[in-house]
């Protein structure tokens, strides 16, 4: 318990810098980069150098978890506080799915880190097969990755704010997208965490609960925020533009990046997973197909 409290306010520490040396950025470079997208882009970058470096220091890539659901909410802050942005009801909507999301997905990553001990097993793989590499992996496809897709994913909700948007069904409805995103997020973790404790000894595949409907329903959950985050900007926009390709992207990540490795490492424990994959949806919950009427060969990769 001492190493993992120590460890958090470490974390906090490191994080709380981070902010500060953005926030000094953005006041060192608002007069010389004058659009706030890319000026906000630089303070991310940045903040997320200053994370990386302290992973590098302690050995642990996983500094950077908490940085996907922490930052985002402290940009938008960022932008209506910028652009005088009136706290509106729309407004207030953005701003309560945003951080409501952010305060669902860092407690979980709250209850599951221990301490910096703990890496992603994602990450020790990476290091373990490409050694050489390991530096730029870690640089840019841990931590500046992920960076780069969430704040392509934030410019619709800094659109939204820019078009002063007035309260119509669309945005009601992309707000209860994303709680209904993060409702779906935080009962299939919870699911997930009461399943491995009551088989800790075991093997088994999780086959309940959200997890009966789909492989990964917290993946899709978070997959949901982001179409929901869209659908609000739509609603103030009141068209379809090239903003869709954000939500797209995000979706693409899962289905070819983070899905893929996952269940390529739970076939090399469970075997019996496969089974599993033919019966259940990927990602969106859906109706289970009976084993026998699926070809093996659409589950295998």
């Known amino acids: 318990m001492k190493n993992r409290r120590k460890s ?9 810098l981070a902010v500060i040396i953005g926030m000094g950025i953005y006041l060192l470079l608002e007069k010389v980069i004058l659009d706030p997208v890319w000026l906000m882009l630089v303070v991310d970058v940045v903040m997320t ?5 302290f992973g590098l220091l302690i050995g642990n890539a996983s500094t950077y978890d908490p940085y996907w659901s ?5 940009m938008l802050l960022g932008w209506i506080i910028v652009l005088k942005v009136p706290f509106t009801f729309p407004v207030a909507l953005m701003t309560v799915a945003v951080c409501f999301w952010a305060a669902r997905l860092t407690y979980n990553w709250f209850i599951n880190w221990q301490d910096f001990s703990y890496q992603d097993w994602r990450y020790t793989m990476i290091r373990a097969k490409n050694p050489k590499l390991w530096f730029l992996a870690n ?6 990755m992920p960076t780069l897709i969430v704040f392509i994913q934030m410019i ?3 659109r939204f704010l820019t078009l002063a948007p007035k309260f119509n069904l669309v945005i009601l409805f992309g707000f209860m997208l994303a709680i209904l995103a993060a409702a779906i997020q935080f009962v299939s973790d919870r699911q997930m965490l ?3 404790y009551r088989n800790k000894s075991t093997k088994k595949c999780i086959d309940e609960g959200l997890w009966r409907f789909s492989r990964h329903p917290n993946y899709f959950g978070e997959v949901l925020m982001w179409w929901a985050v869209w659908t609000m900007y739509a609603g103030a926009s009141g068209r379809i533009d090239f903003q869709i390709l954000a939500p797209i992207l995000m ?3 899962f289905l070819f990046i983070s899905i893929p490795m996952m269940e390529k490492k739970i076939l090399l424990t469970r075997p019996e997973y496969r089974d599993y994959m033919r019966q259940v949806s990927v990602l969106v ?17």
């Open 8 to 16: 958090l306010w470490m974390l906090l520490g490191m994080y709380l």
């Open 49 to 53: 150098l200053v994370i990386w470096g």
């Open 70 to 74: 922490v930052i985002p909410p402290l």
């Open 139 to 144: 640089l840019f496809g841990i931590n500046l």
């Open 156 to 158: 619709g909700s800094y």
């Open 194 to 196: 009461d399943f491995r």
């Open 251 to 253: 979706t693409a990540l």
């Open 285 to 301: 919950p859906f109706f289970r197909r009976h084993a026998d009427s699926v070809p093996e060969s659409e589950t295998e990769s």
